[in-house]
Each structure stands twice: as C-alpha cells, then as structure tokens.
C-alpha cells in the first residue's frame, strides 16, 4: 500500500502572504527574504519555491491578493460631488491608517525604483481608483458643480496629495489624534481642493 504523502495546507498561502505584506512594511524590499517569510509563515523555504519560485513572485503574488477585487471595494456613490470625493478620502486615509498602510506607501515609491516589480502589482489597483474619482468628479462637472474644462486628474492629484503628505509628515506620537478626526480631516482637504477650483453646490 503506497502513502498518500502530506495532505496540502489548506491555510499556506493565506499565511504566506500575510508573513510577506507584514515583513515587506516592515523592512520594504531591500530587507525581504524568503527565509524571514518562512519563518514566520511557519513553512518550509523549500514549499515557498515550489510555490511561488522566488521573493520577487512571491511579493507580486501577495499584493495583488490584498485587493483582488476592486470593484467589490467602490463605495457606493451619493451624486453630490462634495459627498463622495469626502468618502473617497476617508477611503484613503484608512487604507494609510490600516496595519499594511506602509506596504501601499512603500510599494508606490519602490515602484518607481523597480517598475519591472511593483508596476504591474500596484497598476489595477491605482486604475481603479483614477477610475472611480475621475468619474466622480466628471459627474460634477456635469451637473455644473465644477466649471466646465476642470481638470479631474488634478482635482484627484490634490486631495490623494494632501492626505498622503500629511500622513507621511505627521510625528507616530500625533498619529492617533489624526486618525481619531480623519472624517474632519478629509472633510477639510476636499473643502479646500474645491475652493480653488471654482466648486458650487448643486443643493
């Protein structure tokens, strides 16, 4: 009678990506190594290159998982344009605030540095983004919120910029009194953006 041999692990490549996006935001790309993931994933280094053959595999694999889905993650939209570029920021700040926060952040600047990398992993997911806001901010302009010829990629560029500087520069000891007033903060960042393009309420 032959043995079956181990069964799978139902859980590894849960365990495997949850190790990779945790010690990737921690010590980005530089610092990462299969055998730190193995570690902690607590698999065998030898099950990790029959999976997924390399670190460089591996990282792409794990990232494009934490957001498999766009489109599931859309909120729904209010048809005011204040409204819903309001909602998309706290979108974005909690996914900053989130414990992989610092993956996003660190895998759109090593994207620049690696784009051969990161590019593809990171470019669904920033696609559907520029596509949900662009078309946001184009429903505004046609119901005449914005002024017509305003440009949607910089109206976006603004917020997502505001946000994402102050986070960036915000000391970890005032960190939780930004996160405590993000729906103020990101009410006061888009109230702020459209000041400056000529914004007029449709109610």
């Known amino acids: ?61 794990a990232l494009t998982a934490m957001h498999p889905d766009p489109d599931s993650h859309a909120p729904k939209r209010s048809g005011l344009l204040r409204e819903d570029l309001i909602v998309m920021a706290v979108n974005i700040l909690d996914g900053y605030f989130d414990r992989r926060g610092l993956v996003i952040l660190r895998a759109q600047i090593e994207a620049k540095v690696y784009p051969e990398l990161f590019g593809h992993a990171l470019e669904r997911l920033q696609r559907e983004r520029i596509r949900e806001g662009r078309a946001i901010v184009v429903s505004g302009i046609d119901r005449g919120e914005l002024p017509a010829g305003t440009s949607p990629a910089r109206v976006l560029d603004a917020v997502a ?6 986070v960036l520069s915000t000391p970890a000891s005032q960190m939780p009194a930004l996160i405590k007033r ?22």
């Open 182 to 203: 993000k729906e103020k903060f990101a009410e006061e960042t888009v109230d702020f953006v459209l000041s400056a393009v000529g914004y007029r309420s449709a109610v």
């Open 161 to 166: 910029g505001i946000l994402t500087n102050h």
């Open 1 to 61: 009678m032959s043995g079956r041999g181990r069964p799978p692990d139902p859980d590894l490549e849960a365990r495997v990506h949850a190790a990779a996006l945790d010690l990737y935001g921690e010590v980005g790309w530089a610092g990462f190594s299969l055998d730190v993931v193995a570690r902690r994933a607590r698999v065998g280094k030898a099950a990790l290159y029959s999976r997924w053959g390399s670190k460089e595999k591996l990282i792409v694999d």
